[in-house]
């Protein structure tokens, strides 16, 4: 069949959500045309579990295979297990899992991959492999004959390692300037590992504010986790007798500030940090289809103090992104203003966020998070501290409160702006709801004329371009900003500012896809391991990007909102490649990486890092 290209649906026919909120909050199947509906699977066949949602129950279904132990209760059918079985697992309970090892073959040096002499040979300190002979011998064949990066750059640092080494036609020369910034920093993280970073403007404000605080550390010279000396679980305050609090001097040599500069927020659309999906080479994608504000992946407080090379890699910021920011949550003000002092004085970023609305436990466990919602003098301290001690402005995003029945984030909104924060973005969701349910735009709106001298962003629910007309001119936000809707479809930002609705061919999509790709090789690398990291996070970017439903295979195009899937049967696409677009099966998402990362490995398997309720990170 003939496949429609760049078809552009009128606006006026995308009608907003004002009739049954409680039918849109709700997973639906798309009304299809009858001739792109596939015909159902046997009943036999389950529905992969990539494809659950928010509102479908991960619990057996009795229309399964027969399980004997499978008991109908008032709650549905749950599992009767064993008394050995529930013993085994309380005796695993709390410990590391084996996971099997990555292998990624034999190690070539770095120096020999580039055809240069190893300095550290002959004293036997590396231990990698230096006979290129015996390596290219026992290499996997290569992807393809062009290498992306070393047609891009006219350079590739893996050289004889890269898959693509066979499309290295000349003499690798270094580059002469590179698009990536905030590049991991050796030094500065030998500073942090050994308590050796100083931080004179927080300790001045700690003074200041009588803020009590201290460094943990243990007789090697490392940092242990981060814990306030003087706080327990039940709030009271208790002496460090423990542990050994190392003192921080009371006076260091003042350094001037740079000048602070107020950024424009006014109708911008911000990209929310999306954990695991929002990297470097997602970013990337989103930018060109128009987003004005981008932000990296949440870090821990803690682990950037500790100088954790994983916490800093979030931090890497590509040159096309103009008005950048990097997201941090802590339990703790001492940890936040010391962070805030230490990204402002290390890395080029343009604001720093604080995230006071991610509903993990994992996080809020550590008073981190949402959990910062129920502290509210904490939380606006550290906003104060922060951005005492910050050359950049810094910024909040939080959600409307622990659950949606009790919201308690509006009073925050009268103080925000008196404590030096630039911007808040306000998720409409409670962290009990994570992401069930319809964001309250109410309530956004609420907040956001509390002080009409704070720029708010709403957040939550924004899908099609019809939905962001109705919340910017029914509510009193600055800007908006994007999160599962610029997943399952990046080119939302372009569907906004050109406010049609977008009926993107197939083949477009696929070029998004081997950008993606391609971005993923020059970010991570093109060696085997950063093939295999590149595909790991194409196809769970892949567990979003299936749900979308083209325009036009739709019998209605009213019903277009976020939580609108793919028949669990898939679709009979106008085109074979938007029939495997749409394929809810995970087999089908590796075939799509195989185009352009070569074939997978024997061994791999494959399971989506969302599930249901935690797609993003609040």
Same mark, same amino acid.
């Given at each position: 069949?003939?496949?429609?290209?760049?078809?552009?649906?009128?606006?006026?026919?995308?009608?907003?959500?004002?009739?049954?909120?409680?039918?849109?909050?709700?997973?639906?199947?798309?009304?299809?045309?009858?001739?792109?509906?596939? &015909?159902? *699977? %046997?009943?036999? +066949?389950?529905?992969?579990?990539? $494809? =659950?949602?928010?509102?479908?129950?991960? @619990?057996?279904?009795?229309?399964?295979?027969?399980?004997?132990?499978?008991?109908?209760?008032?709650?549905?059918?749950?599992?009767?297990?064993?008394?050995?079985?529930?013993?085994?697992?309380?005796?695993?309970?709390?410990?590391?899992?084996?996971?099997?090892?990555?292998?990624?073959?034999?190690?070539?040096?770095?120096?020999?991959?580039?055809?240069?002499?190893? &300095?550290? *040979? %002959?004293?036997? +300190?590396?231990?990698?492999?230096? $006979? =290129?002979?015996?390596?290219?011998?026992? @290499?996997?064949?290569?992807?393809?004959?062009?290498?992306?990066?070393?047609?891009?750059?006219?350079?590739?640092?893996?050289?004889?390692?890269?898959?693509?080494?066979?499309?290295?036609?000349?003499?690798?020369?270094?580059?002469?300037?590179?698009?990536?910034?905030?590049?991991?920093?050796?030094?500065?993280?030998?500073?942090?590992?050994?308590?050796?970073?100083?931080?004179?403007? %927080?300790?001045?404000?700690?003074?200041?504010?009588?803020?009590?605080?201290?460094?943990?550390?243990? @007789?090697?010279?490392?940092?242990?986790?981060?814990?306030?000396?003087?706080?327990?679980?039940?709030?009271?305050?208790?002496?460090?007798?423990?542990?050994?609090?190392?003192?921080?001097?009371?006076?260091?040599?003042?350094?001037?500030?740079?000048?602070?500069?107020?950024?424009?927020?006014?109708?911008?659309?911000?990209?929310?940090?999306?954990?695991?999906?929002?990297?470097?080479?997602?970013?990337?994608?989103?930018?060109?289809?128009?987003?004005?504000?981008?932000?990296?992946?949440?870090?821990?407080?803690?682990?950037?103090?500790?100088?954790?090379?994983?916490?800093?890699?979030?931090?890497?910021?590509?040159?096309?992104?103009?008005?950048?920011?990097?997201?941090?949550?802590?339990?703790?003000?001492?940890?936040?203003?010391?962070?805030?002092?230490?990204?402002?004085?290390?890395?080029?970023?343009?604001?720093?966020?604080?995230?006071?609305?991610?509903?993990?436990?994992?996080?809020?466990?550590?008073?981190?998070?949402?959990?910062?919602?129920?502290?509210?003098?904490?939380?606006?301290?550290?906003?104060?501290?922060?951005?005492?001690?910050?050359?950049?402005?810094?910024?909040?995003?939080?959600?409307?409160?622990?659950?949606?029945?009790?919201?308690?984030?509006?009073?925050?909104?009268?103080?925000?702006?008196?404590?030096?924060?630039?911007?808040?973005?306000?998720?409409?969701?409670?962290?009990?709801?994570?992401?069930?349910?319809?964001?309250?735009?109410?309530?956004?709106?609420?907040?956001?004329?509390?002080?009409?001298?704070?720029?708010?962003?709403?957040?939550?629910?924004?899908?099609?371009?019809?939905?962001?007309?109705?919340?910017?001119?029914?509510?009193?936000?600055?800007?908006?900003?994007?999160?599962?809707?610029?997943?399952?479809?990046?080119?939302?930002?372009?569907?906004?500012?050109?406010?049609?609705?977008?009926?993107?061919?197939?083949?477009?999509?696929?070029?998004?896809?081997?950008?993606?790709?391609?971005?993923?090789?020059?970010?991570?690398?093109?060696?085997?391991?950063?093939?295999?990291?590149?595909?790991?996070?194409?196809?769970?970017?892949?567990?979003?990007?299936?749900?979308?439903?083209?325009?036009?295979?739709?019998?209605?195009?009213?019903?277009?909102?976020?939580?609108?899937?793919?028949?669990?049967?898939?679709?009979?696409?106008?085109?074979?490649?938007?029939?495997?677009?749409?394929?809810?099966?995970?087999?089908?998402?590796?075939?799509?990486?195989?185009?352009?990362?070569?074939?997978?490995?024997?061994?791999?398997?494959?399971?989506?890092?969302?599930?249901?309720?935690?797609?993003?990170?609040?």
């Amino acid at each position: 069949m003939a496949e429609s290209v760049g078809q552009v649906v009128p606006l006026k026919e995308i009608k907003t959500n004002t009739e049954d909120d409680q039918y849109h909050a709700e997973v639906y199947e798309a009304p299809l045309l009858p001739q792109y509906i596939k &015909p159902p *699977v %046997s009943t036999d +066949k389950k529905r992969p579990a990539e $494809d =659950l949602d928010d509102n479908e129950s991960k @619990k057996p279904r009795l229309d399964e295979p027969t399980d004997t132990r499978l008991v109908k209760t008032e709650e549905g059918p749950t599992e009767v297990k064993t008394e050995e079985e529930k013993g085994k697992r309380e005796r695993t309970k709390g410990k590391k899992k084996n996971k099997p090892l990555k292998d990624f073959g034999p190690k070539l040096c770095s120096h020999v991959a580039k055809s240069q002499e190893c &300095p550290n *040979v %002959s004293n036997n +300190k590396c231990k990698d492999e230096h $006979d =290129l002979k015996k390596y290219l011998d026992s @290499k996997v064949p290569d992807i393809s004959d062009k290498c992306y990066v070393f047609e891009t750059k006219g350079y590739c640092r893996y050289g004889h390692t890269c898959r693509f080494a066979s499309g290295h036609h000349k003499e690798n020369v270094v580059p002469q300037e590179t698009t990536e910034i905030n590049s991991f920093n050796q030094t500065l993280r030998n500073k942090l590992w050994n308590n050796m970073y100083e931080f004179p403007r %927080s300790e001045q404000v700690f003074k200041e504010e009588k803020i009590k605080t201290g460094f943990v550390k243990k @007789k090697s010279n490392k940092f242990t986790k981060h814990k306030s000396p003087t706080t327990t679980k039940g709030g009271d305050q208790v002496s460090a007798t423990d542990i050994e609090v190392v003192k921080i001097a009371e006076s260091y040599p003042k350094k001037e500030p740079r000048l602070k500069t107020k950024k424009d927020w006014e109708n911008k659309l911000y990209l929310a940090p999306l954990t695991t999906i929002g990297n470097l080479p997602y970013r990337r994608i989103v930018k060109r289809f128009g987003v004005d504000i981008t932000c990296g992946e949440m870090g821990m407080g803690t682990s950037l103090l500790q100088g954790h090379p994983s916490e800093f890699a979030l931090l890497r910021r590509h040159a096309s992104e103009d008005l950048f920011g990097v997201q941090i949550t802590g339990g703790f003000t001492d940890q936040l203003t010391r962070c805030a002092e230490m990204l402002s004085n290390e890395f080029d970023v343009d604001f720093v966020d604080l995230n006071a609305g991610c509903p993990l436990d994992l996080v809020c466990t550590k008073g981190a998070g949402a959990q910062l919602l129920e502290k509210h003098d904490r939380l606006l301290e550290s906003i104060k501290c922060m951005s005492k001690v910050s050359d950049v402005p810094i910024t909040l995003k939080l959600r409307i409160g622990k659950d949606e029945r009790c919201p308690t984030s509006l009073p925050l909104f009268k103080q925000l702006a008196q404590h030096n924060c630039s911007a808040v973005t306000l998720h409409g969701r409670s962290r009990r709801q994570r992401y069930a349910k319809l964001a309250d735009w109410k309530y956004i709106d609420a907040c956001a004329r509390e002080d009409p001298n704070l720029p708010v962003f709403g957040n939550g629910d924004i899908y099609t371009s019809a939905e962001y007309e109705e919340h910017t001119k029914n509510t009193a936000v600055t800007g908006v900003m994007l999160a599962r809707g610029a997943i399952i479809k990046p080119w939302l930002p372009t569907e906004i500012k050109e406010q049609k609705v977008w009926d993107i061919s197939a083949s477009e999509r696929l070029d998004i896809m081997r950008d993606f790709a391609n971005y993923g090789l020059e970010h991570w690398g093109s060696d085997f391991k950063g093939v295999e990291t590149t595909r790991s996070f194409f196809l769970n970017w892949q567990s979003f990007l299936y749900r979308y439903v083209p325009v036009g295979l739709l019998e209605r195009t009213d019903t277009i909102r976020m939580n609108m899937r793919v028949p669990s049967s898939g679709i009979l696409g106008r085109s074979e490649l938007e029939t495997l677009l749409a394929s809810p099966l995970v087999s089908d998402w590796v075939k799509i990486s195989e185009m352009f990362l070569g074939k997978a490995p024997t061994n791999f398997v494959f399971h989506p890092k969302h599930k249901a309720n935690s797609e993003s990170n609040g």
